[in-house]
């Protein structure tokens, strides 16, 4: 797990240092680009006061496939009301379009001229995808992997509650936990984790690098407390807390389940997500299955199929199947017991 950990981190900043690249608060540099593969152009004039995402991908690159149906349903959620998404790569104009014959892409595609915003925009960068977030002002307030978190940073962006000051204080942390990194210092990739989870107290993945290291360290006792402190120091994040539900009520490690926890976040995870979340939702049925209560499992779970897309309908509605027949075998058996 730390070796997975250690790989992400490198990843982020490839063989470069990050701070050669943009800057949070600084103007975002001009797109440029010679042609536009899919939709209509961009700049930054088109893009003025809406949120404008720039990612940085090849046809080649195989973690970029997995961003670009993220990237599509980005654009279509927010149709460019209020946010606007642009791929830009370097190659040229057959070889893009030959691949989106397999692979649509709905939202801005563009071809850059001669590398200029590549150049403008990664500054150091080699690793894609990497995607950058400018707010409604032109500034630059976020870059990192696409998904690793730029959907709730648009989403932020949108409502007005993007906290700037947050990430500008985040991405000095993260540099000082690259550099731990890249000199495989566990010492201080730990102190730098415990720095964070202090001074950014919402910010997960400092939670789960610490439980990574401890758990490397044979110290999985005491992955648990930091567990907890993960889902009290995220309480309106809903990944998080249907993360430690389903931790907390189907680990292996029987001696561990706080299945009364569990269903205290994953209905936490369902009221910060206004009962519209099929996976918050699920996690709550699948608690409420943990611990025998087969009629709220199917009702939940019958809730969460109605708030899926077409996407994840399929699979929550085996969930829901599988709670009904579950309840129905043990109304029929003597022995059993809701």
């Not at 071809?111 to 995607?131: C, E, F, R, V, W």
């Not at 400092?206 to 309480?235: F, H, N, S």
């Amino acid at each position: 797990m730390v070796r997975r950990l250690l790989a992400a981190l490198a990843a982020t900043v490839a063989a470069s240092p990050l701070a050669w690249a943009l800057e949070v608060g600084e103007v975002a540099p001009p797109i440029q680009a010679k042609k536009w593969a899919s939709n209509t152009p961009v700049t930054l004039d088109t893009a003025k006061g809406k949120v404008l995402v720039v990612e940085f991908w090849a046809t080649w690159c195989g973690p970029c496939r997995q961003t670009i149906p993220h990237l599509n349903k980005l654009h279509k959620k927010y149709s460019e009301k209020e946010a606007i998404f642009v791929g830009m790569t370097e190659e040229d104009e057959p070889t893009v379009k030959k691949f989106m014959e397999g692979m649509a892409m709905d939202y801005h595609v563009g071809l850059d001229d001669a590398s200029k915003t590549n150049d403008a925009y990664m500054k150091g960068i080699t690793g894609i995808p990497h995607a950058f977030a400018v707010g409604r002002d032109g500034k630059v307030v976020w870059h990192g992997h696409p998904l690793a978190g730029l959907d709730r940073v648009v989403e932020q962006l949108v409502a007005g509650t993007f906290n700037v000051e947050r990430a500008k204080k985040l991405a000095a942390l993260q540099l000082k936990l690259q550099d731990a990194a890249r000199g495989r210092d566990m010492a201080k990739l730990l102190e730098t984790a415990d720095q964070t989870i202090r001074e950014v107290p919402d910010d997960p993945d400092a939670y789960r690098l610490k439980r990574a290291i401890l758990r490397d360290q044979g110290k999985a006792d005491e992955t648990w407390d930091v567990l907890l402190a993960m889902a009290a120091g995220c309480p309106k994040d809903a990944d998080v807390l249907v993360e430690v539900a389903l931790t907390l009520s189907t680990t292996g490690e029987l001696e561990h389940r706080d299945l009364a926890k569990a269903l205290e976040f994953a209905k936490q995870a369902v009221v910060v997500t206004e009962n519209k979340n099929p996976g918050a939702l699920a996690t709550l049925a699948r608690v409420h299955f943990e611990l025998g209560h087969l009629v709220l499992a199917a009702e939940t779970a019958a809730q969460a199929v109605k708030a899926a897309d077409e996407e994840s309908k399929k699979r929550l509605e085996s969930h829901a199947d599988f709670y009904r027949k579950e309840l129905e075998r043990r109304r029929k058996d003597a022995e059993a017991k809701f």
